[in-house]
């Protein structure tokens, strides 16, 4: 399906899955439906299964706006209460589109959380008390995390997911990824059809560095593997280090429950002039986003704290200062963090990486483990010319059997 029918049908009202390959144009319909809802006046709440996954949409987490906070389970006094609150009623009854970004992320009790708490505020029996619901995101990518092994984990196995009538709209226009051949090699995996050729490919792509960047981003599969090399870079550079606590406020399990949502987010930042750093927040006035990258170049004095000035790839100088993040149970704050928002970015995780178009990318699939993570990793970058393999690994091309039979489903009816 092409992205213009796509919105249309969005524009009309039904209940949609929106969903398609890494660079579909996934997050661009988002943002045009957004803006249409904007022009035409119409209340929504924009979501994400987690708060790094948030900011890449200008949204709030999915826990958050549905008042769960940190539960897992809601009683039926829960939902009473939910339904009584005054912010909540005022949210819920001014909101008519409820759109949940990253949907492969949100497992499928949460889904049914959400759609208990809409009809309670609602007071509607109706699927998520009437609103409409618009679900996106891609299952080949990077599923939430499996608690209980005896659950249905996928958004799509809840009864929620069924009882929405969702108009599937299938993308299958590429715009993220330039070059054709890579374009079929990220296809052959998607379908696990990854065959000597395929392989033969990405092998020409090993340890062959890539040129016209002053640095490149380095993925790995596991956190301990990237903060290595973000430490080992940072003690390179001979320059005094600036270091920023995190600060936190709220009920311990809440303030936890917050780092979790928010891991990208370091406890203790530790720059220095010459660090490579990610932005981990949007700002779209002072020019930055969720994922932009940047080197500090200088700190500035605010009220007796040096503050880092960031220097981005356009040239563009940011001075950065501090941020918060929030979560809300009952439509209260009940916990927060504050730190300057920026990571080291020399490396990241795969898992961080979802979401993002990195310019150039080093990455180690050698030590890869669960499905997705190869595709997630590759799909991140442009073309086979701005990728740089460090280790190789065929279990990095392992999809979930259950997703690829989903997917030709979802393809057939939501293709055209």
């Given amino acids: 399906m092409d992205q213009k029918k796509a919105l249309n049908i969005l524009k009309s009202g039904n209940n949609v899955f929106l969903t398609g390959p890494a660079g579909s144009g996934k997050t661009y319909i988002l943002r045009e439906f957004i803006e249409y809802l904007k022009k035409n006046n119409k209340k929504h709440a924009v979501t994400a299964s987690t708060g790094i996954a948030a900011t890449h949409i200008d949204g709030t987490t999915l826990h958050s706006w549905a008042g769960i906070g940190i539960k897992e389970e809601l009683s039926g ?6 339904a009584d609150n005054k912010h909540m009623q005022a949210r819920f009854l ?30 509607s029996a109706q699927p998520f008390g009437g609103l409409q619901v618009v679900l996106c995101g891609d299952f080949f990518q990077l599923p939430p995390v499996r608690t209980d092994k005896t659950k249905p984990i996928l958004a799509y196995h809840s009864e929620s997911w069924n009882k929405a009538k969702l108009r599937v709209c299938y993308l299958d226009e590429q715009f993220r990824h330039t070059d ?11 379908q696990s059809k990854t065959s000597y050729e395929t392989e033969e490919i990405l092998q020409s792509r090993f340890k062959q560095p890539v040129s016209g960047e002053n640095y490149t981003t380095k993925l790995f599969s596991r956190n301990k593997d990237a903060d290595a090399v973000n430490e080992l870079e940072l003690e390179k550079l001979e320059q005094d280090a600036e270091v920023y606590p995190m600060r936190s406020k709220g009920k311990r399990d809440a303030v936890l429950q917050l780092k979790k949502e928010y891991n990208k987010i370091p406890q203790e930042l530790v720059l220095k002039i010459g660090a490579v750093v990610m932005f981990t927040k949007n700002n779209f006035e002072h020019g930055y986003v969720n994922g932009t990258m940047g080197v500090v170049v200088d ?18 100088r940011i001075s ?7 979560l809300e149970h009952d439509s209260s704050v009940i916990a927060s963090i504050f730190q300057v928002p920026l990571r080291l970015a020399w490396a990241i995780t ?9 310019d150039t990318a080093e990455i180690n699939l050698g030590n890869t483990f669960g499905h997705g993570m190869g595709y997630v990793a590759l799909s991140r970058v442009r073309s086979l ?32």
């Fill in 77 to 82: 006094r829960d939902l009473q209460k939910l």
């Fill in 94 to 123: 001014a909101c008519a589109v409820l759109i949940i970004d990253e949907i492969s992320m949100v497992d499928a009790r949460t889904l049914e959380l959400v759609d208990e708490v809409c009809k309670a505020v609602k007071r």
């Fill in 180 to 190: 054709d051949l890579f374009s079929q090699v990220l296809n052959d995996i998607r």
């Fill in 299 to 316: 700190f500035y004095d605010d009220a007796g704290v040096l503050l880092p000035v960031v220097r981005l790839k356009s040239g563009r």
């Fill in 320 to 326: 950065v200062g501090f941020s918060s993040w929030s």
């Fill in 350 to 358: 795969i898992h961080k990486s979802q979401g993002m178009t990195l």
């Fill in 385 to 416: 010319a701005t990728l740089n393999l460090t280790g190789f690994s065929r279990r990095a091309f392992m999809v979930d059997p259950e997703v690829g039979e989903m997917d030709l489903v979802f393809r057939e009816v939501g293709g055209s």
